[in-house]
């Protein structure tokens, strides 16, 4: 077999990666271009790092797509140098000193197929602009202001993050380049997809709870294989995240969130768990459930409507229809959207065929004697689910409680006038995701900070607080359930411990 030879100059420049470096770094140090020794010394053995960091994407690149992808990776490496303030002129002395190694140590025919991808990618920092348009929105902002001294990390973080996660791609990419070139115009969701993760993870640090973080990477993963991506890249750009938070922060404040960083690789590494169905034939109304998601899965609405007509012709109890029947099938619905084997659109499908079904069984939710007690149920600011706060309200409306259910995403102070306005006993606030929970924080502080709501019971749930023991507590409401069932009983107790 004849092994073509750019891949002979791949191998070779690996084989060669020790002496390479070291030829590189003598050049660059006669040159006055590298940190001396001493003083320097680990800056010096940075700069040796970063040689065979260039040699490494040169060895890719002849692999891959060759002269066109180095030049790739000196425009991400000039643009994430710049963000630290070192001129890319640096990165071209650099280049020049490899390329005069290579020179040295390869044979004539190898070294010219090398040369011919070093000059590209020297060619690539004298031009202007230096990136493609997408890869421009990957430029570091500018530093955001000196933070206060008791800033805490969680606020540092979403302070710094139009700077952090820039620089975490353009580090990312530098470390998988062959990612860079494949990506292509996907680079700019590569940048919100940095920009989610670092909302994320200062949700958690400002909740002191790294599970929420290593729960929301773990959902990344398998939102990535099922779009046949590589999660080893996710290990690569989390751990970018934390350098990129490393050179960002001072270090008292980039402690948490590289930690919390750490423990979500250790667990993205113990391997991937694939959750089940959400809907299982033997559980209970399984049959039910399962024929329903069928209908919705198959478009048909009005098989759907009577299924659930027909179960309630058999008395069946409305309650067991939501737990067993609608809650499951919308978990599953998000569980099949995730492992992308439904769309955005279906799943939109689904959501409102339920919700319209639902309606049709208000004649019997509201139905109960009164009980003379009122509750307010809203999803919080941001929140745009609102089916879980609706089964809330319908399981108090169904124990007799007048509810006031406000949909999705409402405004705090709204939210606390309508408390007062309806007098209500319990407010239930509703997230689905850990960026819904600095929402639930706030409008939890407004409603204790206003005299009126203090004898409101307040109760918290959904998604996050289904995943999270005891993150209630630290939001300072009085409790939480994980279902409408068990957000009824809650709430009853909590009113008689009081006395009310
Ligand atoms: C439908 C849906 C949507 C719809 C909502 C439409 C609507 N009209 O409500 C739309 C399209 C808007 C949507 C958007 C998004 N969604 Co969505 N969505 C869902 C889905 C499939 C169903 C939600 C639902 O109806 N659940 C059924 C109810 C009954 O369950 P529940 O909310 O858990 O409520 C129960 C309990 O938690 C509890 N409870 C709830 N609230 C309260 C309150 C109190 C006080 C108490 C005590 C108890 C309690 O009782 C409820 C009843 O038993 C879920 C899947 C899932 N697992 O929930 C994903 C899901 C929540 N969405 C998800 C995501 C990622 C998103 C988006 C970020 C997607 C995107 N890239 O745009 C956005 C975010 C929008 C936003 N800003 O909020 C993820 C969250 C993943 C994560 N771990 O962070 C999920 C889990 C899907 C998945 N498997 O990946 N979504």
Redesign the pocket.
Known sequence: MVIPERDRAADELLARREPLMDAAIDRLKAARRAPGDGDGREDLARCREDVGAHIDALSAALRAAGAEQFSEYCAFTAVFIEGLGVPRSTLGAALDALGAAVGEQLAPALSAIAQEALAAGRRRLDASPIVTPIALATIPAEAPAPLDERADAAEALARAAPRIAPMSVALGYMRRPEDALAHGARRGRCLEDARHHLAQLAAAVELETPALFG??AD?VRSLLTSFGLDPAALVTHLGALGDAIAIALPEHLAEAPRRYIAAAIVRLAAGHVDHASFVQPDAPLGTLACGYLDALLQGDRGRALRLIREAVEASTPIKDIYAHVF?PC??E???L??THQISIAE??YC?AVTQAIVSQLYPLVFNADRAGRRLVATSVD????????R??ADFFEMEGWDTFYLG?STPAQDVIDVVVRRQADVL???A???EHLASVHALITAARDDDRCRNVVL?????PF?VVDGLWRQLGADG?????D??VH?ANELLAARGA
């Open positions: 729960e929301y959902w809650q919308q978990y619905i998000g569980r959207w995730q799943e939109h959501t941001g929140n745009l689910h609102e089916v879980g706060a089964f809330v999705a239930a606030v509703s689905a995701l850990a109760l918290v749930g959904g998604q289904r939480s359930a994980p279902s409408a068990g957000a809650v």
